[in-house]
């Protein structure tokens, strides 16, 4: 019988290179990792066992996966079992044997074993029957993983784990399939798989060693944790485990908040049969907000008049819903108006399920309201539904009001260089209100801080939201203010990595750092560009200019009117200096960045891509783009003359720091695909 005391994380490290391999082993287990999983499959060459089982800190599995199982592998089977028992000679703890082979291998020694199934297609019809075979097995741990095709899947692999004859890993893989690989801890399994680097690609739907760990808090788990969760599809991205669990956490509450995908149609058959695991209580996000009001048996106001839910909470019948999204939005602003809110005239900007929510929330507290939405009849519809006055979207600049809320997603990332409204209408007495909170700093609320306006961003609303939910769930106030900290650490990817030093995070850290600088002038598409193409490598990115703002709250032109040129490019330097530090990541630098002699040695430290763009096109993109050059004092009143001049003072430096030059014409994923096909040239796989 197994050894494991869980529950734990088995940490699985996959690299190509020996080096690399014992570098994470040993920062897994400086980390806190009791457990860690070898991919052997993953090593470019043959394993050197005695030097991966060198200064071991914990027990160490072995496996060597094929890729009909979703690994690596790419010699022949026989080699890959005599390799198996040369492991097991080596003196691994545990090594993983698929059941098509476990009576090839014979035990030997004090050599723990992993009898295992992977299915990448689905679930076999006789699951239960296979779980029983393995178990008869001479194996001290059974491992299932399987593909789930619906989300009703991973309840009836968790049933496996309701008192089997040995000890049990059994989850679903892929997206749908993520819950199930916490959830299974607390029915009594061992362990969980954690990716140590989860760009690796491990395994599908593995989450990040350091976040089962964090986040989920994977070794306190036990058999009465509660269980909530957010539904939608996708909810990968979503930051509601990040901040519920951190809530919990702090109000010392025995409870866990997971995310489960829930494709559309299927809600009601997922509700019914996560009953049975139990969950308490959801957040309810796209696109299910409307099915989970018509499920629901108790509605609150807000869900009876809106028809969407964002909240449901378990009850002896049934669920009841709620909408907190209104509250929260009126809770915001009234925490945040100079004026009271009855007195204010508000222009809501689209008229989608956030613009809804909040427009019954206005009429309620009596508000006068414009609605304004790019379709017309939805617009309308709305309007009249809460007896606000429509205003064409083409007359939307000169609407009078004194306050406007943004809630169409024009600016959301990946599309940041955008916004809704054009900044000539932002008069500095405005209050802008942008509901979108990724990223924090829209184009909208910093061309808004540019002109003066007072702004609110869509992260207090956003946390109000969740903190209402949590008030629903276990009767307790909601940490606002750490659960405010969570979502802008999160959304930072600067803040972020402060938290955690790079030599941690990343073992063995080449000398230098992994940077990708994008140089170019304002307009050729860095920052987005930035973005696309650290999701592609799974790194961080950083927008020069806008954590410049962010660190000195002010704006760019602020900075150039109270410290001139000379000014502005000091703390250019040192925020760029700064983002020299992380690892991983993928900076968008301001247009001027060459012009000092420091920054061009700072951007030595990383490959240079420079974006380049003939003046019109960049001309034109500013014109367009609501952050013209008004808001750049350098770009001054020359127009396209001045582009163009600044353009051929400039040339000679990007061409002298790139490292790749690319037309910046073409569009910004083809530019990402460009440049991610171009760095991943490197050696390891
Ligand atoms: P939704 O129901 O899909 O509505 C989207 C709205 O955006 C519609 O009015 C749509 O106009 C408009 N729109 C989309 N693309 C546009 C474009 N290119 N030009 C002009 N208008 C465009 O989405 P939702 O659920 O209301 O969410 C909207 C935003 O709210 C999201 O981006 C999100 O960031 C934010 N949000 C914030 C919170 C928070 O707590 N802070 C919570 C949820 C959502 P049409 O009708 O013409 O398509």
Redesign the pocket.
Known sequence: MSTIKGPIVCVVIGRTRHRMMQAEIQEAAKQGAKLIELRLDFLSRDPDFKRLLRDRPCPMVATIRRPSDGGRWNGTEDQRLRLLRHAIVAGFDFVDLEIDIIQQIPRFGTTQRIVSYHNLQGIPDNLEALHKQMCEEDADIVKIAVNAQTTTDNVRVLKLLKNPPKPTVAFCMGDLGTCSRLLGLRQGMPFTYGAFNKERHIAPGVQAFRDLQQIYRVDEIKPETKIFGVIGDPVAHSLSPLIHNAAFQARGIDARYVSFRVPRGELQSFLQAFREIPVEGYSVT?PQKEAAAKIADEKDEAVEVMGAANTLVATTKGFRAANT?AQ?AIDSLKAHLPTPLQSRRVLLV???????AIAFGLKKEGVVTYVT???EE??VKLADEVGAKFVDWTARHATDCDTIIN????G?HPNVD?S?LHHSCLNSGIFVFD????PETTMLIRDARERGCPVLT??D??VR?AGLQFQMFTGQTPPLELMTDVVRKALSPVQARAAAPVEEAVPEAPATPRLIFLIGYRGAGKTTIAQLLADKLGWIWADADAVLEDRYGKSIKEIFAEEGEAGFRDREAAILEELCAYDCCVIATGGGVVLREDNRERLKLGPVVWLNAPADVLWQRLQSDSATAEQRPDLAQGGRAEIEELLRARMPLYDACQNLTLDATQSPEMIAELIGVWYQGEPEA
């Open positions: 796209l999204d929260a689209g008229a989608g399920g956030v613009a809804r939405n790019r379709t939805r617009g809630c169409t997603s024009v959301m955008e809704p509901t979108i909170y990724t869509g992260v609303m956003f939201q």
